[in-house]
Nanobody
Framework: QVQLVESGGGLVQAGGSLRLSCAASGSIFRINAMGWYRQAPGKQRELVAV???????NYGDSVKGRFTISSDNAKNTVYLQMGSLKAEDTAVYYC??????WGKGTLVTVSS
């Protein structure tokens, strides 16, 4: 079993920054990539960013150039540094660990 614990969500003004963290524990040897997805009200869940064990990254088009994903393998933690936040970034952000594991989500609200 793998447990994912997210932190760092909250309320921020448009143009501001926020950092999310996701710590993995348990059978972490199963994990080959970690990242973030988000789901806004009335919309489908979408990719935000993913980082593989080898350090390769992939970003959703809407966040490229504004968000940065990184990982600390010693702490089994992945981070999402979000900058130049927009109202449309408001969503529940879910930590994801491949294959197929999800955190409970953390709410990010960007006020305009």
């Amino acid at each position: 079993q793998v447990q994912l614990v997210e932190s760092g969500g909250g309320l921020v003004q448009a143009g501001g920054s926020l950092r999310l963290s996701c710590a993995a524990s348990g059978s972490i040897f199963r994990i080959n990539a970690m990242g973030w997805y988000r789901q806004a009200p009335g919309k489908q869940r979408e990719l935000v960013a993913v980082i593989t064990n080898g350090g390769s990254t992939n970003y959703g088009d809407s966040v490229k150039g504004r968000f940065t994903i990184s990982s600390d393998n010693a702490k089994n933690t992945v981070y999402l540094q979000m900058g130049s936040l927009k109202a449309e970034d408001t969503a529940v952000y879910y930590c994801y660990a491949a294959p197929g594991l999800w955190g409970k989500g953390t709410l990010v609200t960007v006020s305009s």
